[in-house]
């Protein structure tokens, strides 16, 4: 679907501007927001491009750079920490042959770091996409890869 067709199923309020940067975002097959869609934004909402850039690049969750089709978000915040999530995040880098932040050459993977997912009666957790996975273990992990690995 073409940017405009995204936005333009929005008002054009200022208010908007999250909800379109999201839809925008899950719209593109690399996960990002590309400079066409910020200035895109920009003008519908009718505010400056660096307003739109300020907000995009302040959310973590929004990403100005090329990223996998599936992007696993690790929880490093104090329970998960406490729960062994380091060994959770060096068994992803290991299955994915990459470091946090980098994306497998096939662009099916990104692997980033998060704050608390608000998950933590049940940690350790990690999220693909808007999906949320808890009680990591090695064994748990290399099973919903393989599922993703799969698709
Ligand atoms: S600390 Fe990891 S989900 Fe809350």
Redesign the pocket.
């Known amino acids: 679907m073409k940017n405009q067709e995204i936005i333009k199923k929005f008002a054009p309020k200022q208010h908007n501007l999250l909800e379109i940067l999201h839809a925008l975002q899950d719209n593109h097959p690399q996960n990002y927001l590309t400079e066409d869609a910020l200035e895109e934004t920009a003008r519908f909402l009718n505010i400056t491009k660096s307003a739109v850039y300020g907000v995009a690049g302040y959310y973590t969750m929004f990403s100005l750079k090329p990223r996998g089709r599936y992007i696993i978000r690790v ?1 490093v ?5 406490i729960l062994k ?1 380091n060994e959770v995040l060096a068994h992803l880098e290991s299955e994915l042959g990459l470091s946090a932040g980098e994306t497998t050459p096939c662009g099916r993977f990104t692997l980033e770091v998060s704050e ?5 009666q049940e ?3 990690m999220m693909i996409n808007q999906k949320v996975y808890n009680n990591l273990s090695k064994q748990k992990i290399s099973k919903i890869l393989n599922s993703y690995r799969a698709k």
């Open positions: 929880c915040s104090p329970v998960c920490e999530v608390c997912l608000g998950q933590c940690a350790p957790s």
